[in-house]
């Protein structure tokens, strides 16, 4: 980590110039993280790349965006594309649940003829909430793959690369800005009977092995990113304390990075731990009236709260 740090932290004049400057567009800013993390050498994981990222970000929002984006490279492994940006799609009109998601991989055309056209699939639905908008390359599309009995569904996860993709039958609608993170675009998608062909659905089932554990990856990488971004900003204001909680915080997620992907979606596990730290960095923030950052952390804050819950129970302690 030591190594890490004196090869990509910002001096600080560089960090004057980060925080009083005009911000590069988010776009532009991700694809400065990458270069500055290929002129560092050396193999990095995932949750250090996330680190590295913060250290850089003029705002939280862009920390945010970046552990983000680190976190669906460490979900897809080998089927990531290093040069792309992401938007895990699963958020519609209903919500993000199982039960409710509605988008349909349905059966082509050709489907029951022989060769290309019978491995077309077509896409049909609309996700409301795609994070990046219209800055991302690739979608990873949540679709109902199979209607089960007693009212299940087999769920497929279709990786869409928009320079390919027919924009006649795909619409995309701007949302207004987010006033936690505006730095961050994002859009509604809706898709009409859009062809896929079957080797742009990624393998297994989609929501147990994708969205369920894209849930504990997104908690710890991006905790990881804001804590670099934590530690920019102590240094920027030359405090002790916060540089060595930003230190502290990212030693204890980065203890998480051997953990086997298997074991993520365990409650006791490491993202587990990542809700725990979470739910204490808020309070912490809130306790010091920093509302802007309180804001990108509550973020999905319903749903990591219950995860926290659980996770003080699994570990049999109640509040005092």
Known sequence: MDQLLEKIQPEHLELQQLFCAQPPPLQRWVAMQREHL?????????????????????????????????????????????????????????????????????????????????????????????????????????????????GRKAFSLVDLPLATVSREKMKISTLPALPVVPEIPHCAIRFDHLPVHSGQVLPGEGYDKYVRRFRWLEDTHVLAALSGFLHSVGRYWQSRDLVALSLGLFNGISSLGGVPDSSLGEVSGAGGSAVVVYGWLTRQLQAQRITRDIAVLKVARSARERREEKVWSAWQITPT
Not at 132 to 148: I, K
């Open 38 to 150: 290929e002129l560092a050498g050396g193999e990095t994981s995932s949750l250090q790349q996330s680190f590295a990222a913060g250290l850089r970000a003029p705002a939280m929002g862009y920390a945010f965006f970046a552990g983000y984006q680190s976190a669906i490279s460490r979900l897809l492994g080998v089927h990531y594309c290093a040069d792309a940006l992401y938007a895990l799609c699963v958020t519609e009109s209903s919500g993000n649940s199982p039960a409710v998601i509605e988008t349909q991989l349905l059966p082509g055309a050709g489907a029951a003829g022989v060769g290309e056209d019978a491995q077309r699939r077509l896409l049909h639905g609309t996700k409301t909430f795609v994070t990046g908008g219209e800055l991302v390359d690739r979608l990873l599309v949540l679709a109902v793959d199979e209607y089960l009995p007693e």
